[in-house]
Every structure is written in structure tokens, then in C-alpha cells.
């Protein structure tokens, strides 16, 4: 069973922000989100303001595309991937991901390069930027009941 | 005169693999400086293809540690000293590096220094052109946007950075925008060339705020809008408003790295150096209306510009055998418990961009 929801409308970052900072609370250890959507969608946005309010302050979070991966440590470690350069899935492995799909809260930017590795309880959030930007939610149904516990 | 090193540096902390051999005493000469990366392979995907396999690096840095020995006609028993990038980078990639370089100290007893892959960066404009301390250094590549006024070989005040995307990384994704080849940079120069920046008009996010600070994130989402707009109204993109988007997209970078490195430098100023030196490094360094709008600001506050060769301000392994030799000569060293770091700041007492962190500095 998946469920869909959506879409919500970001017209602004602070909405973006503010998504995120609801969602944070309520993440927990092998949590995956996947975030899909263009160039601009704001699928970092939403990571850096998730990632700023897990750990409780304004860290310095920044764009994972050439490092491929930043972890953060806390509580729960977290990973930001932007698997755009990789050329394999393969190399997701080599990355360490699918011991961290186990271990930490994983938010991926073009998770389609995981292709089959991609979990199966994973949250996929497809983000458009469209005017206004906005997102859609699709998972598993437990992320339904997770989502509506903060309205989402 | 000063004891003249031989310094073997390694380093394999990010995309490429690279091994050098620089000589030490009171100048530095580069003797040997071989990078292996996949720059063939970089247009069939939108930005680098990362070599993320540590395996890879593992298997080309004896190579290339081999190769920048022939080039320098030397053999280990030359070397007075290793120095290895343990930090920050892939930590698969920085581990290969620490092993070999390890490994090689505990066959020859030969000392071995860690060095701080950004630290390299910010040294080599003493290896290339000997500037004094204090100056004030603007790091600008794909992965990076800094400004750091450095005071002494390890004492580095970052006192600005991006808070989120790298212009380097902002040039590949307008290229990836507006369908131009990459690597971005030198694709969108060339499509700008013939355009009209003043045809759009992109934002210039946190130029009102106070500080060094920038922000470029903003600008891609504004320029993907721009795009879109044409798009619609056109039905797709001319050449024409390709390249006045590229030209509009180009000038906001020059435009807030013109107005950030000014602060930069006022900033700088208060130190009261004897000679004022601003250097740039890193690849976003080679765009020429961006070189030529620092130039010009350096110009006007008598500044001296210092730009290192493109080889030495991408990565490469001569800065970090300059980096580390440096610390040998000082006499110091690191013993075989250093570990390779995935994140490590340059700069130990900046708090976080935005605010300060709970647990200090980032390790």
C-alpha cells in the first residue's frame, strides 16, 4: 500500500523551512527521504533548514554535490547525498549508503541513480518548481499516519 | 639558509589523485607534479564524474607516486618527508592516501605530516609567489567559496564563506540549465561572451546584508524562472537568450564576489599588513570577467592580485607537500594515529555560518 499527498505549496523558502522543520521531530534511525525534482526545486533548501533543525542550530550545511556525501553528526547521524555524478548504483555501496539506509536518516538528491537499492520504506518527496513551488508525498502507508501526526 | 627538504606529497582527497615532490628551504620549488583524474569523462554527465571507488584511488596512487619520483629523477631515498591530505574530503579516497602515505613512513622511518587539503589551497600562494603574511585569501572552486585571511602557516580566520551552493557548482548547474556542455564554467564564459547581461535581471542574494557571507543558491532557482519564462512565451530558448542568460547569470557572480571581496578586504585592512595581498585559488579563478573585476577592485585599493597557475590552484599534491613541509621545517611531525577526516574546517574557532554550534568546532 503507498499513499500520495500533495501536492503542498512552498511559495516561499520560509514555507520550504517551515515544512522541514516539521518534518524533523519525527525522523528517526533508517529513515530514508528521497528527494527528486530539477535543478532548483529547492531539494537542498529543504535538507539544509531539516538538517539546521535536528541538530538544534544553524550549522553550516552546505551543498553535497561535489562531496556527494555530508554527514552531520547527532543523536541519529545524518547523510545528505547528491548522487547526481554517480555513474552506478554500485558506487552507492562504495559510498557506505546502504549501511546508512540501516543506521542514519539518509535525505538523497537524485535518488533515481539508486535505481533497485532504493529502500523500500523510504519517503519520497517530489518536488516541482513550478510558480508556486510546491511538493508531493509518496510512500509506504506508515508514513501516512507519520505525516498526518504533524498535519502534513 | 634553512635546511633544505625534499617533501613527498599525496593526496587523493577528492576527485582526482595526485603525488608530488617539492623542494624546501627558504624558497620551494615544485619538482614533479602528476594529477590523474577522469576530465575525459566529464561531458557525458552534468558536473565531474567523482572517482568514489577508494579502491581506484588505492590503485592509482602508488602510480602516480612512482611517475612524480621519475619526474623529479629521484627515488624514495631522496625524500626527506611525507606529507598526506588526511582531511576533508570522501573519506574513502582520503583513506587510500593516509594508508599508502603511511605505509611508505613505516618502510623507509621517513617522518610523515597530515595536512588539511584546504590548507593546501591556502598556502599556495606562498609556493607560487612567496606573498607575507598576512594576506587575504578568496577560495572559489566547485566545492568551495571562502574568504580567509591567513596570518601564519596553520592560523587561517575564515571571515566569510557561501552558505550554501559553491559558485564553481553554480556555473555547472546554469550549464546544465541552459543545456551548455560542462565542465560549466568555461561553457557559460563562452556563451556570455556574445550576450546581454542586462537582458534579465537575477537577483543578487545577501549583497543588502552586512558581512562576507554569500548565498548562490538563490540565483540558480531565479535563473531557472528566467529560463521558464522564455520558454513559455517563446516556446523554447534562442541562442541568443542562452547566451543573455549565461551573460545575466555570469555578472551576478562577478558582481557579489566584487562587492564580498571588498568587505573582504576592509576587513583585512584593520590587520595593518605591510603589503597588501589579496590571492585567489581554485578553478572559478580562470572565469575572466570575474578575474578582471577582482583586478580592477585590487587596482583601486592598491592591492597586490595574486593568482596562482590554474595546476597549482586546482587540486594537486605540490600544495600539499608545501603544506606539509612547512611544518617539518618547523620540526614538526604526526605519528601513525592521525586518522582521515571527513570534515574538517579549516578555521577551528569560526562558529557555524549562521549562528555558533553546540558542540564547537565541527570535527
Redesign the interface.
Given at each position: 500500500m503507498t499513499f500520495t499527498k500533495g501536492p503542498v505549496l512552498l511559495p516561499s523558502?520560509e514555507d520550504t523551512d517551515a515544512l522541514a522543520q516539521r518534518i524533523a521531530p519525527i525522523l528517526r534511525a533508517g529513515d530514508v527521504l528521497l528527494l527528486e525534482g530539477?535543478?532548483?526545486a529547492?531539494k537542498?533548501?529543504f535538507s539544509?533548514a531539516l538538517i539546521r533543525a535536528r541538530?538544534?542550530?544553524?550549522?553550516?550545511?552546505?551543498?553535497p554535490?561535489?562531496?556527494?556525501?555530508?554527514?552531520y553528526?547527532d543523536d541519529v547521524d545524518i547523510w545528505h547525498c547528491d548522487l547526481?555524478?554517480?555513474?552506478h548504483p554500485d558506487?552507492a555501496i562504495?559510498?557506505g549508503l546502504d549501511e546508512a539506509f540501516e543506521t542514519a536518516i539518509c535525505l538523497i538528491e537524485w535518488p533515481d541513480r539508486l535505481a533497485d537499492l532504493a529502500p523500500k520504506s523510504a519517503l519520497t518527496l517530489r518536488f516541482v518548481?513550478s510558480?508556486p513551488h510546491h511538493v508531493t508525498f509518496v510512500g509506504p502507508a506508515d508514513w501516512q499516519t507519520r505525516l498526518g501526526a504533524i498535519d502534513v | 639558509m634553512t635546511k633544505a627538504l625534499t617533501i613527498l606529497g599525496i593526496e587523493s582527497s577528492?576527485d582526482d589523485t595526485a603525488a608530488a615532490v617539492v623542494r624546501l628551504d627558504d624558497t620551494a620549488t615544485v619538482l614533479a607534479s602528476v594529477v590523474k583524474g577522469q576530465n575525459d569523462l566529464h561531458a557525458d554527465?552534468?558536473?565531474?564524474?567523482?572517482e568514489?571507488?577508494?579502491?581506484a584511488h588505492a590503485e592509482r596512487v602508488d602510480i602516480c607516486i612512482e611517475e612524480a619520483l621519475a619526474e623529479a629523477g629521484m627515488t624514495l631515498g631522496d625524500i626527506d618527508g611525507i606529507a598526506v591530505t588526511s582531511g576533508p574530503?570522501?573519506i574513502?579516497g582520503v583513506l587510500s592516501g593516509v594508508m599508502c602515505a603511511k605505509g611508505i613512513a613505516t618502510a623507509t622511518g621517513l617522518p610523515i605530516v597530515s595536512v588539511n587539503h584546504l590548507a593546501g589551497h591556502a598556502l599556495t600562494p606562498r609556493l607560487t609567489d612567496a606573498v607575507t603574511f598576512p594576506y587575504l585569501m578568496l577560495l572559489v572552486s566547485?566545492?568551495h567559496c571562502q574568504f580567509l585571511i591567513a596570518e601564519g602557516p596553520e592560523t587561517f580566520r575564515r571571515i566569510g564563506?557561501?552558505?550554501?551552493?559553491?559558485p564553481?557548482?553554480a556555473f555547472?548547474?546554469t550549464a546544465?540549465?541552459l543545456g551548455l556542455p560542462q565542465p560549466g564554467g568555461p561553457h557559460v564564459e563562452r556563451a556570455a561572451q556574445t550576450g546581454d547581461a542586462k537582458a534579465f535581471t537575477l537577483p543578487r542574494p545577501l549583497l543588502d546584508r552586512a558581512g562576507c557571507d554569500m548565498s548562490f543558491?538563490?540565483l540558480?532557482?531565479a535563473?531557472?524562472?528566467a529560463r521558464d519564462a522564455v520558454v513559455t512565451e517563446k516556446g523554447g530558448l534562442t541562442e541568443k537568450d542562452r547566451s543573455d542568460l549565461a551573460a545575466a547569470f555570469q555578472l551576478a557572480v562577478s558582481d557579489i564576489l566584487f562587492e564580498k571581496t571588498r568587505r573582504a578586504l576592509t576587513e583585512y585592512f584593520e590587520l595593518q599588513p605591510k603589503k597588501r595581498v589579496f590571492a585567489i585559488a581554485g578553478g572559478v579563478a580562470a572565469n575572466g570577467p570575474i578575474r578582471a573585476a577582482l583586478m580592477a577592485l585590487c587596482a583601486e585599493l592598491e592591492t597586490d592580485f595574486v593568482a596562482p597557475p590554474l595546476n597549482l590552484c586546482t587540486d594537486n599534491a605540490a600544495m600539499i607537500a608545501y603544506a606539509g613541509g612547512v611544518r617539518l621545517l618547523a620540526g614538526q611531525s604526526d605519528d601513525m594515529t592521525f586518522k582521515a577526516r571527513?570534515?574538517w574546517p579549516l578555521d577551528d574557532r569560526a562558529p557555524?555560518?549562521?549562528?555558533?554550534?553546540?558542540?564547537g568546532a565541527?570535527?
Open positions: 523558502e530539477d535543478i532548483g529547492g537542498t533548501a539544509r541538530l538544534g542550530y544553524e550549522e553550516d550545511v552546505p551543498s554535490t561535489f562531496t556527494l556525501v555530508q554527514t553528526e547526481y555524478r554517480l555513474s558506487e562504495e559510498l518548481a510558480d | 577528492c554527465f552534468g558536473g565531474v564524474v567523482p568514489i571507488a577508494a579502491r574530503g570522501l574513502g566547485g566545492g564563506g557561501t552558505i550554501d551552493d559553491a564553481g557548482e555547472d548547474k546544465r540549465l543558491s538563490g540558480k532557482t535563473l531557472l524562472r571527513p570534515r557555524a555560518l549562521l549562528g555558533s554550534g553546540k558542540k565541527k570535527a
